[in-house]
């Protein structure tokens, strides 16, 4: 709407005076802070660098998801009222118009005090938890209620929902009825407390993630827990979370944490969700469902040594139902040394040309940073353990190398460009480029190789950042054969952080995106492997492409390096991938992991939740399911038994050795 001149007006020189006319200790945002803030987003961005239509678009949509994320409030001609305003909040903002932003406000909180009222209407009824009915809980895929009754009956069948959570908590229709019911008066008296400076923080915040999921705005308080989390990043259970559809999320298990340490029949997976959390032994559950992700996040960190209960909610079996289980985990601090990289030989079967095979896990590109800063000549790095593990499997006399990092989420990039530089010669490893368009090549620049045998890098869904770079780099220079069950996360972004003056919060702004040496980049696709295994681990829907406002891929110009050409054709892909098709059709367990998993994606595309209380036996049998699933293994035991994904990897690494010998 507004022309590029206009938006152009919205500069650095907004953002200093932002920085001058804040110095008096002043807290909370003001209207006249979002144009200066936008201005540092705009400026600083890898890609957007003015506030147009599609953002203007993109930051109401966000707005009405993170005001009314399970649709519970808003009817369709509100939501209609608002959207005449969706390709005008830039010129609104520009103009210091902002009087649309407290309309939605005003609107939210009568709709809030109108469901409130729903709710105790509606509390009231009798239940039947064996009526086979279920709920949508993709909330994209939900509509806007369009009139009273409909919303009745939305908001009957969250209440029974919610209900359900509590029954497999409190045991007791009464109790969980009056949880619910001070769930819902805390509820109203914090929407109550939306305030000038909230709304502001919330919408600015808004238009961050239209830029792209990884641009966020951080309120004080936001920014405290941030560093907080920061200096503590290393003590707790060790799981990353989101926050989506009202549910706090696992999205990751950090490796040697104290929840990658439970035992099979007790371990947090990713996407599991959490409704529930105690302290300690005797501590009173507290319902998390709807609350905000750091709220919940101050629920499980403490001090190491004590004990947290999460109860969790799980998509598990054949059946729609799902299973909920207390898991008690004693907070700890992972230690560097709990997360070094292991190896292992693997030799095959057979007295006449048996292979040894050196395995190492690396479950992330770790560094202690602290120990660097003070020139500690023995500070802790993955490639220096990297080094001493191929030092042990070279004297054991290996024939190749299998470096597993599947579940490794990245960590400090010199540490990838340093191990990658172990098995490729001097070269570009990744390319940086950022939103001025400057490309940084970072290079190692180190003569020869340290290993230089044959190599196989395992990766699935889980290897993320550092790991896509490492992966991303072995694979454009032919150095070695690519094995996973699906591409890698697909996060090719770097954020920067920044604090603002006066205690007004902070700023991550996503300021470049890595590359390939061969000009691909990791955003959105990632790495995807030259040879797949069916692993359970593809099931779940999480990756940079399930995000919203994710940045797109794109390519850019080839780095000046030259590629391997006796270590991978497109001749020896062709031979293992039929070879190993073969085995995996004879097999029967991967006959039966594959339907599994067939199973478990139609399930996880309806999105739907049963609102049927199960039969107590049926947990069980989904206990001895899950046991026969695949976890994110952390520990060093080689266990082709029940790993099916590894066993196949080391018999293509077999075949891949005898091809090149």
């Known amino acids: 709407m507004a022309n590029n001149r206009q938006k152009r007006t919205i500069s650095f020189i907004v953002a200093i005076i932002l920085v001058l006319s804040c110095l008096k200790k002043t807290e909370g945002l003001k209207k006249s802070d979002i144009k200066p803030i936008i201005s540092i987003f705009l400026a600083r961005h890898v890609k957007y660098h003015e506030f147009n239509d599609e953002i203007s678009s993109r930051t109401l949509i966000n707005l009405m998801k993170y005001l009314d994320p399970g649709k519970y409030y808003f009817f369709q001609g509100d939501v209609d009222i608002f959207f005449h305003n969706k390709d005008k909040i830039d010129d609104l903002v520009n103009s210091d118009q902002y009087d649309f932003i407290f309309e939605i406000l005003k609107v939210y909180k ?7 009222k729903r709710f105790h209407l509606l509390i009231e009824n009798k239940y039947d938890f064996n009526k086979d009915e279920s709920i949508i809980i993709d909330r994209d895929k939900a509509q806007y209620s369009t009139d009273e009754k409909d919303m009745q009956e939305r908001w009957r069948k969250n209440i029974k929902l919610q209900l359900f959570n509590q029954m497999a908590i409190v045991k007791d229709i009464v109790k969980a009825k009056k949880k ?99 302290e300690g032994d005797n501590g009173e559950p507290v319902d998390v469902i709807d609350m905000a992700l750091r709220d919940v996040v101050k629920l499980i960190r ?83 353990d990297i080094i001493i593990q191929i030092n042990k499997l070279k004297n054991k006399g290996i024939d190749g190398i299998v470096l597993d990092l599947r579940g490794n989420p ?37 003569p020869g190789v340290y290993y230089d045998g044959p190599m196989v890098v395992l990766i ?15 694979k454009d220079y032919g150095r070695g054969l690519i094995i996973g069950p699906c591409s890698t996360f697909g996060k090719g972004s770097v954020q920067t952080y920044n604090v603002l003056p006066s205690r007004k919060g902070a700023m991550k702004i996503t300021t470049a995106l890595f590359y390939q040496p061969a000009g691909s980049s ?57 070879l190993s098709s073969a085995r995996i059709k004879s097999n029967k367990k991967f006959t039966e992991l594959i339907n599994k998993i067939n199973k478990f994606k139609e399930k996880l595309k ?56």
């Open 180 to 278: 619910l019911k001070k769930k819902y008066r805390l509820y109203e008296k914090r929407i109550n407390e939306i305030d000038s400076a909230k709304i502001t923080s919330i919408f600015v915040n808004c238009f961050s993630t239209a830029l792209d999921p990884h641009s966020n705005y951080l309120t004080r308080e936001e920014h405290e827990d941030f560093m907080i989390s920061t200096k503590l990043k290393l003590e707790g259970i060790g799981v990353l979370l989101r926050s989506e559809d009202g549910f706090v999320i696992v999205e990751s298990i950090i490796p040697a944490g104290a929840a990658a340490k439970l035992s099979d029949d007790l371990k947090l997976k990713p996407n599991d969700k959490i409704v529930a959390v105690a």
């Open 606 to 661: 309806r999105k739907e939740f049963s609102l049927k209380e199960e039969a107590g036996i049926e947990d069980q049998k989904r206990k001895d399911v899950e046991k026969k699933l695949r976890t994110n293994k952390n520990d060093m035991i080689i266990d082709l038994e029940n790993d099916l994904f590894l066993h196949e990897a080391f018999n293509i690494a077999v075949d891949y050795i005898k091809r090149l010998n």
């Open 522 to 578: 990791n955003q959105l696709n990632g790495i995807h492997p030259d040879i797949t295994i069916p692993d359970i681990s593809s099931i779940w829907e999480i990756g940079e492409n399930e995000l919203h406002n994710a940045i797109k891929w794109e390519k850019i110009k080839r780095a000046n390096y030259v590629p391997y050409q006796n270590y991978i054709n497109e001749k020896i892909i062709s031979q293992l991938v039929g």
């Open 110 to 116: 009568k709709r809030v005090s109108e469901g409130i």
């Open 302 to 384: 403490g001090k190491k040594g004590t004990k947290v209960r999460l109860t969790i909610l799980r998509e598990v079996g054949e059946t729609h139902e799902q299973l909920r289980n207390v898991i008690p985990i004693i907070r700890e601090e992972i230690k560097l040394e709990d997360r070094a990289a292991k190896s292992q030989v693997y030799t095959t079967d057979g007295m006449k040309n048996q292979l040894r095979i050196g395995y190492i896990k690396l479950s992330s590109f770790y560094l202690d940073f602290d120990a660097i800063q003070k020139n500690d000549p023995n500070a802790k790095s993955s490639s220096k």
């Open 460 to 474: 699935d869904r889980f290897s993320a950042s550092a790991s896509e770079i490492f992966a991303g780099a072995i």
């Open 410 to 446: 990245g960590g400090a990039l010199t540490e990838s460009i340093n191990i990658a530089g172990m098995f490729i010669d001097q070269g570009p490893i990744v390319q940086i480029l950022d939103g001025r368009d400057s490309l940084n090549v970072m290079k190692d620049n180190d």
